[in-house]
């Protein structure tokens, strides 16, 4: 079965820093793995997605992941953020092609300070 | 493009009453779907997941239970609810194979 662990519930960063959350994962197989974005009360926006090929993705909102497989990560990074991408924040694998599960961390909270 | 309705948005229920929570799905067919659950502070958890028709699986003994009557319907229900089923309540959706999750905007429990 597969597991995701964020090791960051809270982070904090200044308006116009650099961010990277981190995402760990734990999968026998080729792992297929995204993140995701939730403002409060709100569902959960895609923002990139790995399935196979280059290991650093582009996603939207100016967010990028690279894929580690010898660390088993999957981090987000972003150069500079902005107030408005505070939110909460989780990684997920998928185990397509067979349980068709997708498992999501516990999500890393990020707070924006001005 | 892929869209979840999942409704209601808001709801408050007595403790013992029942619960149905409906979550249809546009743009795709045959579709995976899943109910997560998020509790204050926590992360989303996988309650139940569905590859067809019918098919149903559990991720976590409990008071839930969840139904796919048709391809693009999921629900999820319970016959007598439980104060700690109180939390947000997600749908989501993804194409068969390789393919991200599309979500509802959720559904809030309180059970009071």
């Known amino acids: 079965a597969q597991s995701v662990t964020q090791p960051d519930i809270h982070i904090t960063v200044s308006e116009g820093a650099s961010l990277e959350l981190r995402c760990n994962y734990s999968?026998?197989?080729?792992?297929?793995l995204f993140w995701y974005v939730q403002s409060p009360g709100q569902g959960l926006q895609l923002l990139l997605k790995?399935?196979?090929?280059?290991?650093l993705v582009q996603g939207i909102k100016g967010f990028e992941a690279e894929f580690k497989r010898s660390q088993s990560s999957f981090n987000l990074r972003k150069p500079s953020v902005h107030w408005s991408d505070a939110a909460e924040y989780f990684c997920?694998?998928?185990?397509?092609?067979?349980?068709?599960?997708?498992?999501f961390g516990q999500g890393t909270r990020l707070t924006i300070n001005p | 493009s892929q869209t979840i309705h999942q409704w209601p948005a808001t709801l408050v229920q007595p403790v013992g009453s029942p619960l149905s929570l409906e979550c249809t799905v546009e743009?795709?067919?045959?579709?995976?779907l899943y109910w997560y659950r998020q509790a204050a502070g926590r992360g989303l958890q996988l309650l139940f997941y569905?590859?067809?028709?019918?098919?149903i699986s559990s991720e976590v003994p409990q008071n839930l239970s969840a139904s796919r009557p048709q391809d693009r319907q999921f629900i999820l229900s319970s016959k007598k609810l439980l104060l700690s089923d109180s939390g947000f309540y997600l749908c989501?959706?993804?194409?068969?194979?390789?393919?991200?999750?599309?979500f509802g905007q959720g559904t809030r429990l309180t059970v009071v």
């Open positions: 790995y399935f196979s090929g280059d290991t």
């Open positions: 989501a959706g993804a194409g068969q194979g390789v393919s991200e999750a599309f």
């Open positions: 743009g795709t067919s045959n579709p995976n």
């Open positions: 569905s590859v067809g028709i019918g098919q």
């Open positions: 997920a694998v998928g185990a397509f092609g067979g349980a068709q599960k997708l498992v």
């Open positions: 999968y026998g197989a080729t792992p297929y």
